[in-house]
């Protein structure tokens, strides 16, 4: 099984600010299979990238993703409040889909 | 649009079945695979398994065969069956519809809070 780790556990920053989201894999994946989603409290995630870069359906331009092999950033420029959730990283390897635990953005 | 409605028991208790149906609309039902996701403060979010158009299944190795995933295409609906529950399968369950290359979920149900307790 491959493993995700994500850091840091909490980012909390300013509206404005750049904020920046690692996602580690245990061990090299394709970009194709590298995904990012949002999660804000009380409801279910919500697909932002796919493909390590690509932007899902409505999701704003602030939102950009990058990395490969083991790897992989998701960024967040220009933060507004809304900003403020629960992001995950997600990969399909081996049959087997698996989430990182997640960072938690605070925007002040 | 794409919309998935879940339902289920909210509270069981260990060794009973979890039982949970999601409903969708909005897009060709059997052109797509569909999955089972749960998320729980211990074990964050956790893919339990999936059914393809076709009806295959697989599930994560977590779940030592104890998951059981079916489709009804006629009603645009597929179930979770989860045996011998415990305490340790407390978590919100979510169903979530694959994109077309089956790599990543791109819509999710609103999720239901399953409670195992005595």
């Known amino acids: 099984e491959i493993v995700l780790t994500q850091s840091p556990g909490t980012l909390s920053l300013s509206p404005g600010e750049r904020a920046t989201l690692s996602c580690r894999a245990s061990q090299s994946i394709s970009i194709s299979f590298l995904a990012w989603y949002q999660q804000k409290p009380g409801q279910a995630p919500r697909l932002l990238l796919h493909g390590a870069s690509n932007r899902a359906t409505g999701i704003p331009g602030r939102f950009s993703g990058s990395g490969s092999g083991t790897d992989f950033t998701l960024s967040i420029s220009r933060l507004e409040p809304e900003d403020s959730a629960v992001y995950y990283c997600?990969?399909?390897?081996?049959?087997?889909?698996?989430f990182g635990q997640g960072t938690k953005l605070e925007i002040k | 649009q794409v919309q998935l409605q879940q339902w289920g028991a909210g509270l069981l208790k260990p060794s009973e079945t979890l039982s949970l149906t999601c409903a969708v609309s909005?897009?060709?039902?059997?052109?797509?695979?569909w999955s089972w996701v749960r998320q729980s403060p211990g074990r964050g979010l956790e893919w339990i398994g999936q059914?393809?158009?076709?009806?295959?299944?697989s599930d994560s190795p977590s779940f030592r065969s104890r998951v059981s995933i079916s489709l009804d295409t006629s009603k645009s609906q597929f179930s979770l069956n989860l045996t011998s529950v415990t305490a340790a399968d407390t978590a919100v369950y979510y169903c979530?519809?694959?994109?077309?290359?089956?790599?990543?979920?791109?819509?999710w149900g609103q999720g239901v809070l399953v409670a195992v307790s005595s």
């Open positions: 909005g897009v060709p039902f059997s052109d797509y695979y």
């Open positions: 059914v393809t158009r076709r009806g295959t299944t």
């Open positions: 979530a519809k694959h994109d077309s290359s089956a790599l990543f979920f791109d819509y």
């Open positions: 997600q990969q399909y390897g081996r049959s087997l889909y698996t």
